[in-house]
């Protein structure tokens, strides 16, 4: 019951849901006149069920379109949305598979339009799943910085924390390049505390 009350598909369907022409994300209302499309990217381990859970939540309320970086062995095929494998499971570390997935987020954000809205599904995995190096530093700077922080011992919120100054998405990064009209995160902490800034 207790991993059943957790599973990501579930939980996006009883946050997100469609009333006639309102979209209402927790709190959050959108009215579809306000957006001609919705936009879906994001990362983690639970990547796929969240896409699963958002899609089937919003039905046809509008035309739905975007990427996921996900681990091997937990994408499906979803109408509109690409579920990219973005590094092989069981290896939390970044890989040029999520490099080029993450390129593609961006291309995402940078496109979209006043009339677009991007919705963001953040999850557990997320960091390594979303490599968006900073100009200078290389995806192999950032895999042994990674390593050398592990094998010191650094937790998740010591390993996020210097992630997210090392990328170009995470720390507000793809709020920066959204040129949506509107950005909604969803997200599912797998960090003590649920601090946003380091999930």
Do not use: Y
């Not at 973005?86 to 593609?104: F, I, K, L, Y």
């Not at 010591?158 to 990064?173: A, C, F, P, Y």
Request: proline fraction near 5%; aromatic fraction near 2%; charged fraction near 20%.
């Amino acid at each position: 019951a207790g991993v059943d009350a957790v599973r990501a598909k579930p939980l996006v369907q009883r946050t997100v849901r469609v009333d006639r022409d309102q979209l209402r994300i927790g709190e959050l209302t959108c009215s579809r006149t306000d957006f001609d499309r919705v936009i879906v990217v994001g990362a983690g381990k639970a990547g796929t069920g969240m896409a699963q859970g958002l899609l089937e939540s919003i039905g046809g309320w509008l035309p739905i379109s975007g990427w996921i970086n996900v681990p091997e062995g937990t994408e499906a095929t979803l109408p509109g949305v690409h579920v990219h494998p973005a590094r092989p499971a069981g290896v939390n570390e970044p890989t040029e598979q999520g490099a080029a997935g993450a390129s593609e987020i961006m291309k995402l954000a940078r496109g979209a339009g006043q009339r677009d809205l991007l919705i963001a599904l953040i999850s557990g995995g997320g960091s390594a799943l979303l490599p968006a190096p900073k100009n200078g530093i290389t995806l192999q700077d950032k895999l042994e910085v990674t390593r050398f922080l592990s094998a010191a011992g650094a937790d998740i919120t010591e390993l996020n924390t210097v992630r997210k100054h090392l990328s170009q998405i995470k720390g507000g990064g793809l709020l920066r390049a959204c040129r949506a009209g509107m950005l909604v995160t969803l997200v599912l902490s797998d960090v003590l505390g649920d601090p946003l800034d380091l999930i």
